[in-house]
């Protein structure tokens, strides 16, 4: 189990971008699958994105495929969503998850919110 905290989020219009980080404790994120979910207000939690430990596979959910990017720094024990062409329905607040490799996720941030306006 790791300690993360997300930033990054915040208002912007439709068609803008934000890129989310997600900041982990310890010298050992190397060995951690990492991975996106988000919850918009009267909705279930949904994945969005993950990314391997060593960073060379990514999966993505059909919703945001093509306009988000995950992507991590493991000299920064750090983590990244990248989301261009924001759309009103990416509006939720954005979670950071992480897992040991072959493992479910057991490690969550607080979460950052973001709120895209038409």
């Known amino acids: 189990q790791v300690q993360l905290v997300e930033s990054g989020g915040g208002l912007v219009q439709a068609g803008g971008s934000l890129r989310l980080s997600c900041a982990a404790s310890g010298r050992t994120f190397s060995t951690y699958n990492m991975g996106w979910f988000r919850q918009a207000p009267g909705k279930e939690r949904e994945f969005v994105a993950t990314i391997t430990y060593t960073g060379d596979s990514r999966y993505y959910a059909d919703s945001v495929k093509g306009r988000f990017t995950i992507s991590r720094d493991n000299a920064k024990n750090t983590v990244y969503l990248q989301m261009n062409n924001l759309k009103p329905e990416d509006t939720a607040v954005y979670y950071c998850?992480?897992?040991?490799?072959?493992?479910?996720?057991?490690?969550w941030g607080q979460g950052t919110q973001v709120t895209v306006s038409s």
């Open positions: 998850a992480s897992a040991v490799a072959g493992r479910g996720y057991d490690s």
